[in-house]
Every structure is written in structure tokens, then in C-alpha cells.
């Protein structure tokens, strides 16, 4: 019989004994002679899922892996929440063990993109990135909702796509707004009393100004057109690459 590490066995999957004392001849024997790990039934194989997250941004070099954890190790987010953890995610990935990954999908953004892990990866699978790829997954397979993160990058990328430049102020008033946050909010007010004790007053104002008369890069419109139309090829790819666009069987 193999011998498994209890702390890799999800706790529903443990099935122990009544806990009744057994005595044998004189000897206190009981403890966990009875106890049984449930055998597993895959019945959710996705075979594509490796190639499905592969296709995804961050996700291209999943396929390197060797299973050293290393990338665990060092993560900032394992050291305070065990379950997270990227390298056993990869291997369920690889594995294509879509009910098993899909049991930690609501930890799974958490990444803080720290990057420690594709630091010190000897494989340079960008772990990071995967867990970035994986996220994305997750939402447009729709097996969660969008993530703040994920609204705040396209607020970025819309007003970039659109004026060519960024303005942080406009960009946070976007995203609190999408989020449903309110704008003033304690952070937010630290914030802004720093940048008005350090920041010159000039940008101050220039950040002020173009909450109102949103200032775009001359000659924008070219370079517009090209970015759209990249942005667009490649969410086509995306979809095809997960068969979103496909009817149900
Ligand atoms: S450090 Fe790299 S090779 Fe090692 S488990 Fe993590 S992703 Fe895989
Ligand atoms: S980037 Fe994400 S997965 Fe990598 S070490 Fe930081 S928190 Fe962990």
C-alpha cells in the first residue's frame, strides 16, 4: 500500500475510524489503524486545459516544468495561505485535472505579482505569468466573475488604446466607479494628501486638468487603429484557443 503525506489529502477525502479504543492484548492500539483516503474518480479530464492556458498571455512556457517547487517555496502568498500553490496548480493543469484546479479557484488570483517565483525558477516557466494565464482562464471559462484586477487592467488599456497616455487620476476614478467603490475612501485620501505634500504643484494641476479635458497623444489615431486591431486578432485567438465561440455539445 502507498504511503501518502496526510497534509496533501484534502480533508474530505479522509475517512478515519469511530475513534473507539482498541485494546490488544493489554495494548492501547488505538489511534488511526482504521483510517481510509476515498478513492478518486476523474471523470472531468480536460486534456486541452494545458494548451487552453498555454494560448493565454503569461501562460506560453507552462510546458517546462519539472515539478521542482521552488516556485512555492519562495511565494509571497504561500507563506501566509499554504493552499496557495503554484506548482501544484501546474501539475494539475499538466494533468489536465479540471475539478481538482477548479476547487481552488477563488485563491487562485491572489498572485501578487511579485515575480519571486519566476525568479528563482530554474526552468524559467514564468510562474507568475501561469498564475496570471490561470486567472484569466478561470473568468473567461466563466468559472469565476471578473476579478478587480482584471477591470482595473482594461480601464488601463482602454484609455491608453484611446488617447495614447495615461492619467492615473482618470484611470483610479474609472475603476472605483466599475467596481461599484465609492471614490473617496480612506486610502484613497492618504494618497492624495501625500501626492499634495510632495508632488509639484504644476502636476497637481495637470492631474486635476485631465480628469476634465482628457489630453490625447498627437497624431494617436494610426497608432489607434493598429493597437484595436492587434487587441482584437488576439482575443479571437484566445476564444478559439478555449472553443468559446463554439456551440454547445
Ligand atoms: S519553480 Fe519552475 S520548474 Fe519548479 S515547480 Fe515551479 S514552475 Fe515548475
Ligand atoms: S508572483 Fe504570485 S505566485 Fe509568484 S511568488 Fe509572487 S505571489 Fe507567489
Same mark, same amino acid.
Given at each position: 500500500?502507498?504511503?501518502?503525506?496526510?497534509?496533501?489529502?484534502?480533508?474530505?477525502?479522509?475517512?478515519? %475510524?469511530?475513534?473507539?479504543?482498541?485494546?490488544?492484548?493489554?495494548?492501547?492500539?488505538? %489511534?488511526?489503524?482504521?483510517?481510509?483516503?476515498?478513492?478518486?474518480?476523474?471523470?472531468?479530464?480536460?486534456?486541452?486545459?494545458?494548451?487552453?492556458?498555454?494560448?493565454?498571455?503569461? %501562460?506560453?512556457?507552462?510546458?517546462?516544468?519539472?515539478?521542482?517547487?521552488?516556485?512555492?517555496?519562495?511565494?509571497?502568498?504561500?507563506?501566509?495561505?499554504?493552499?496557495?500553490?503554484?506548482?501544484?496548480?501546474?501539475?494539475?493543469?499538466?494533468?489536465?485535472?479540471?475539478?481538482?484546479?477548479?476547487?481552488?479557484?477563488?485563491?487562485?488570483?491572489?498572485?501578487?505579482?511579485?515575480? !519571486?517565483?519566476? #525568479?528563482?525558477?530554474?526552468?524559467?516557466?514564468?510562474?507568475?505569468?501561469?498564475?496570471?494565464?490561470?486567472?484569466?482562464?478561470?473568468?473567461?471559462?466563466?468559472?469565476?466573475?471578473?476579478?478587480?484586477?482584471?477591470?482595473?487592467?482594461?480601464?488601463?488599456?482602454?484609455?491608453?488604446?484611446?488617447?495614447? !497616455?495615461?492619467?492615473?487620476?482618470?484611470?483610479?476614478?474609472?475603476?472605483?466607479?466599475?467596481?461599484?467603490?465609492?471614490?473617496?475612501?480612506?486610502?484613497?485620501?492618504?494618497?492624495?494628501?501625500?501626492?499634495?505634500?510632495?508632488?509639484?504643484? !504644476?502636476?497637481?494641476?495637470?492631474?486635476?486638468?485631465?480628469?476634465?479635458?482628457?489630453?490625447?497623444?498627437?497624431?494617436?489615431?494610426?497608432?489607434?487603429?493598429?493597437?484595436?486591431? #492587434?487587441?482584437?486578432?488576439?482575443?479571437?485567438?484566445?476564444? !478559439?484557443?478555449?472553443?468559446?465561440?463554439?456551440?454547445?455539445?
Amino acid at each position: 500500500m502507498p504511503i501518502h503525506e496526510k497534509s496533501l489529502i484534502r480533508p474530505e477525502d479522509l475517512v478515519e %475510524g469511530s475513534g473507539e479504543a482498541h485494546i490488544i492484548d493489554g495494548v492501547d492500539v488505538s %489511534g488511526h489503524w482504521s483510517t481510509f483516503i476515498k478513492s478518486r474518480v476523474v471523470k472531468d479530464y480536460n486534456e486541452d486545459m494545458e494548451a487552453e492556458i498555454a494560448a493565454l498571455p503569461g %501562460g506560453e512556457f507552462i510546458h517546462r516544468c519539472w515539478q521542482c517547487g521552488s516556485c512555492t517555496n519562495a511565494c509571497t502568498v504561500n507563506a501566509i495561505n499554504p493552499d496557495f500553490n503554484p506548482r501544484y496548480w501546474i501539475y494539475l493543469i499538466r494533468t489536465g485535472m479540471e475539478e481538482e484546479l477548479l476547487r481552488d479557484k477563488d485563491i487562485i488570483w491572489q498572485c501578487v505579482s511579485c515575480h !519571486k517565483c519566476s #525568479y528563482t525558477c530554474p526552468r524559467d516557466v514564468l510562474p507568475e505569468g501561469v498564475m496570471k494565464a490561470t486567472a484569466h482562464w478561470l473568468e473567461l471559462k466563466g468559472h469565476t466573475p471578473k476579478s478587480h484586477s482584471t477591470v482595473f487592467d482594461e480601464v488601463f488599456a482602454e484609455q491608453v488604446i484611446k488617447t495614447g !497616455k495615461i492619467e492615473e487620476g482618470r484611470v483610479l476614478r474609472r475603476f472605483l466607479t466599475r467596481t461599484g467603490q465609492p471614490l473617496l475612501q480612506g486610502w484613497v485620501l492618504t494618497m492624495a494628501l501625500r501626492m499634495i505634500r510632495h508632488f509639484p504643484i !504644476k502636476l497637481m494641476i495637470h492631474m486635476g486638468l485631465a480628469n476634465f479635458i482628457h489630453p490625447r497623444t498627437s497624431g494617436w489615431g494610426r497608432a489607434r487603429a493598429a493597437i484595436e486591431e #492587434y487587441v482584437e486578432e488576439q482575443e479571437a485567438e484566445h476564444r !478559439k484557443a478555449l472553443k468559446l465561440d463554439q456551440p454547445a455539445e
